[in-house]
């Protein structure tokens, strides 16, 4: 059992930033790969990005790529999401999930067994 909570969220300007943070509860945390989704009013939820067991290697949704960055701490049992040159249409909930899965399959939802309740975002032009 994996429990998640994200804090970081806020309200910023276009063009600012923000850092997501996700710890997790439970002794496995560094045998789940680890992913940041993101849900817009009115909108399915969407893959952000993902980071692999030990950090090794991260995934990027196209929209992100380049303005976000993934990474965790193993010891500290916390994922981190640091987002640069926000854009409005990046204003939505962002929630970090646990997967057992590895590899380029980590853009999937159905992949992730355990969720956060959630950070909200909210980017104004």
């Known amino acids: 059992q994996v429990q998640l909570v994200e804090s970081g969220g806020g309200s910023v300007q276009a063009g600012g930033s923000l850092r997501l943070s996700c710890v997790a509860s439970?002794?496995?945390?560094?045998?789940?790969?680890m992913g940041w989704f993101r849900q817009a009013p009115g909108k399915e939820r969407e893959f952000v990005g993902a980071?692999?067991?030990?950090?090794?290697?991260?995934y990027y949704a196209d929209s992100v790529q380049g303005r976000f960055t993934i990474w965790r701490d193993n010891a500290k049992k916390t994922l981190y999401l640091q987002m640069n040159s926000l854009k409005p249409e990046d204003t939505a909930v962002y929630s970090c999930?646990?997967?057992?899965?590895?590899?380029?399959?980590?853009?999937?939802?159905?992949?992730?067994?355990?969720w956060g309740q959630g950070t909200q975002v909210t980017v104004s032009s």
């Open positions: 999930a646990a997967s057992p899965y590895s590899g380029d399959l980590l853009f999937r939802e159905i992949r992730y067994d355990y």
């Open positions: 439970g002794r496995t945390f560094s045998s789940y790969s």
């Open positions: 980071v692999s067991y030990s950090g090794g290697r991260t």
